[in-house]
């Protein structure tokens, strides 16, 4: 059996980045002969400054934009990180055992902190531990992610193998990262050399899942491109960022492998390319948007099903947390 566990953050809205890199993956592995379990990660998204009030909507409506998206409650454990004790408990165990350099590694705690790295929060440092804290406290064996994490997915590895080999146990599976489909990192619509980001100062930047049809072709009209026209053959894609990032998008929707896009649009300019581009997304979307607005509108589903998928969550946590403090020597917990 496959144990798969993935999850995101619950800041600001879902975007196409999200949507292709990671989400449509885990409605295709609701499989059943996989166990997966998907996370609105809220102690995550707390690394960086929210308002209390924005972070609890936000939270909801992640949830329900998971649901709406296609994660079936009958066949996923769908619950909110917070809402499962044993994630910050293991988190605190492994930062017992992961050493400084490990972290002074990661890139992407030196992007969020820039050059104020004294100013940012240590949760922001730490963050990496949390998250493979996320993964190993289910022995996941595989994480459906964006190309972006990477590199944090090699760090839960190693601290999983390290810890096998430190206490001499084979407690934790070196989880897999499973990076599927034509498009792993998805770029902005504004420059094609940064990731599409939720954090992203210009809505121009990335798609929503929420935005209407008249919003979709609007930025995919004015996303920037070049003044050549698009190339037959993928490799005429080197070097031309936005455009490559156009054609993956078109790939991703489409599901045909960018050299069948480019047979079809290939000599041409971008409008048309564009225009056809912005119906396949609008095709595809409004059917979610439509479904997360039902659901919005029926907030005690929601919290069922929450309650529903912390239950099972806990009780999974729970019993690797207690065999994790056995093997460091904490002492067993009285029962009764
Ligand atoms: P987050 O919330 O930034 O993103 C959620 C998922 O979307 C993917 N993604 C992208 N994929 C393609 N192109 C993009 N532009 C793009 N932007 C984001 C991400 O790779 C991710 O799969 N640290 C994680 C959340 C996390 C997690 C975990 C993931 C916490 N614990 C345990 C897996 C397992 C994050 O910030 O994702």
Redesign the pocket.
């Known amino acids: 059996m496959r144990r798969i566990?993935?999850?995101?953050?619950p800041t600001a809205k879902i975007h196409i980045?999200?949507y292709?890199?990671?989400v449509r993956n885990w409605v295709r592995l609701q499989r059943e002969d996989y166990d997966p379990l998907f996370c609105a990660?809220d102690l995550?998204a707390l690394t960086v400054p929210q308002d209390p009030a924005e972070l609890r909507a936000a939270t909801r409506e992640m949830v329900a934009t998971l649901m709406a998206a296609g994660i079936d409650p009958d066949r996923s454990t769908i619950f909110v990180q917070s809402h499962v004790p044993a994630h910050s408990e293991l988190a605190w165990l492994f930062s017992c055992v992961t050493p400084m350099g490990w972290l002074n590694r990661m890139t992407q705690f030196k992007e969020k902190a820039g050059k104020h790295r004294d100013q940012a929060m240590v949760g922001l440092y730490t963050y990496p531990v949390l998250?493979a804290a996320?993964?190993l406290v289910y022995q996941a064996t595989h994480?459906p992610?964006?190309?972006?994490?990477k590199q944090?997915l090699e760090l839960a590895r190693e601290i999983a193998g390290s810890f096998n080999h430190r206490y001499g146990v084979d407690l934790f599976p070196l989880p897999e990262p499973q990076i599927l489909g034509e498009?792993?990192?998805?770029m902005s619509l504004r420059d094609g050399t940064k990731?599409?980001?939720k954090s992203d100062a210009s809505d121009f930047s990335r798609i929503n899942l929420t935005d209407d049809a008249d919003l979709i072709a609007q930025k995919i009209r004015k996303a920037k491109t070049d003044p050549e026209p698009l190339p037959s053959e993928p490799a005429g894609l080197d070097g031309r960022a936005e455009a490559a990032n156009l054609v993956a998008l078109y790939a991703a929707m489409a599901e045909q492998p960018p050299a069948a896009v480019l047979a079809d649009y290939g000599g041409q300019n971008f409008a048309p390319f564009k225009a056809a581009l912005a119906d396949l997304m609008v095709a595809h979307l409004a059917p979610i948007a439509g479904e997360l607005r039902r659901l919005l509108a029926d907030p005690g589903t929601v919290e069922a099903v929450l309650a529903r998928g912390a239950a099972r969550a806990r009780a999974l946590g729970e019993t690797t947390l207690a065999e994790t403090q056995e093997t460091m020597g904490l002492l067993a917990r009285p029962t009764g």
């Open positions: 566990l993935s999850g995101i953050q980045g999200n292709l890199g990671a990660v995550h998250m996320d993964i994480v992610v964006g190309e972006d994490q944090h498009a792993t990192r998805v990731k599409m980001s």
